[in-house]
Nanobody, 117 residues
Framework: QVQLVESGGGLVQPGGSLRLSCAGSGSMFGFNAMGWYRQAPGKQRELVASISSGGSTTYADSVKGRFTISSDSAKKTVYLQMNSLRLEDTAVYYC???????????WGQGTQVTVSS
């Protein structure tokens, strides 16, 4: 069984930085991509960034140039470095592990990021 545990959320002022971590446990073999999603109150969950097993990255337009996703396969950990945070980045951030065959998605419990002055 795969478990994902996020950490690193918190309260930060606009313009500040946070680094989120997602530690995986169990069999992480065969996953095609890991990603970070976020959900703000009253909004749908949206993809923030993803990284494929080959190292390719994808970002939402709203975070390009500010956020960086990276992974450490030996530690089964995915990171999200968030710089120049804005009020609109406030949300619960969820880690995701995606597998194509057989299709399966795993989710972490989420970590709150609040950007406020």
């Amino acid at each position: 069984q795969v478990q994902l545990v996020e950490s690193g959320g918190g309260l930060v002022q606009p313009g500040g930085s946070l680094r989120l971590s997602c530690a995986g446990s169990g069999s992480m073999f065969g996953f095609n991509a890991m990603g970070w999603y976020r959900q703000a109150p009253g909004k749908q969950r949206e993809l923030v960034a993803s990284i494929s097993s080959g190292g390719s990255t994808t970002y939402a337009d709203s975070v390009k140039g500010r956020f960086t996703i990276s992974s450490d396969s030996a530690k089964k950990t995915v990171y999200l470095q968030m710089n120049s945070l804005r009020l609109e980045d406030t949300a619960v951030y969820y880690c995701n592990a995606h597998r194509v065959l057989p299709p399966r998605d795993y989710w972490g419990q989420g970590t709150q990021v609040t950007v406020s002055s």
